[in-house]
Structures are given as C-alpha cells and as structure tokens.
C-alpha cells in the first residue's frame, strides 16, 4: 500500500466485516513530535486466542472468498519497516485494537495519504455504523463522531451530498490546524 490512508480503509473494512457497529481511527503526533500513531479500535466481534496468534500471516484469514489477508501484515510490515511498532489486540466478543507507531522523520515511513476521503468514503458506504476520527499533535485535537453529527442532522441522511461536502471540509481543515504542512502530511 501506498500511504496510511489505505492501511486504515483496509483495516476499516475488517472492523466492518467483523460486525463493528462503532470504529475509531485516531491519528496522533506523539513523544515530541517523533512518533505518527495510528490506532483503530471496534467493537465487533473480536478474535480468540488462537486466531489472534496467527493474524499477522498473509495466509490467515477469515475470508471464504480467498485464502490471503494482507491487510494486517501489510501494515504491521508498513511500519516495521521504517523502525516503527506494530501491535494488535483483541477479545472474543469485544473487539479489536490495532495499534502502529511510525518515526515521522524516517526515509521509508509512508506518508499519510487522504485521510479526508478515506474517511468520507467509509461514512458514505456505512451510514448506519459510528465513526470516531481522533487527531491530536502539540497544535490541538479533533474529534468528529457520526452518532453526533446525526443527532444534530435531525433527521437529514449523513450521505446527503451536502453534508459530505461539509464534512469533507470540515475534514480538511482540521487536519491543517492539527498536523500543519500539506494536507496529506505531517509537520514534524
């Protein structure tokens, strides 16, 4: 994969195959501005022990349509590769918490990608699930939380063109003010 924004659309969809009903995507700036952290928890169905053992082999899935996951191995290698952590943890009807750290600074650490449209494409697609988008670095935080912007819709559908291109802004914006630089950078 090609930037951060992928990683997260991919292990997305494994939340959402895995019936999470809500999913976090926090992307933060840690330790003096030397670490890009990337957690995305849910709430579904989690996985015992013995699956969790084996998740991070390509040859491990869940899949009946293929015999391959690269999603999580992918990732895990995404931030090996560049010096950085990769760590998964689950429960059997709980969830799951994948958690990679990346040296901002480092040569092969991907860049983060369009965080704004993978996360507008996952509201879009799943309208009926939560999303909580965290970004935090030393220049602020951000929250945005689907279950609260559609209590404030009153009734109006998240997918309603307008409200994506609000959000798409809103999006944007934020990420500006939180992490600096281009939008699909980091400001270290």
Known sequence: MRDLSLHILDIVQNSITANASAVTVHLGVKAE????????????VGMDNDFLS???????????TRKIGLGIPLLKESALKCEGKFNIYSKRNI?????ATFPI???????I???TDTMITIIAANPNKRFILLLDSVKGEFKLDTEEINLTLNGVNINEFAVLNWLKEYIDESIKN???GVLNEVDS
Do not use: A, M, W
């Open 105 to 111: 600074n480092h040569i092969d650490r991907l860049p």
């Open 54 to 64: 084996k998740v991070e082999d390509p040859f491990t899935t869940s899949r009946i």
């Open 33 to 44: 501005n030397s670490y890009l952290v990337l957690e995305i928890d849910d709430n579904g």
């Open 178 to 180: 939180i992490f600096g």
């Open 113 to 115: 990608g369009d965080i």
């Open 95 to 99: 969830g799951t918490k994948v958690v």
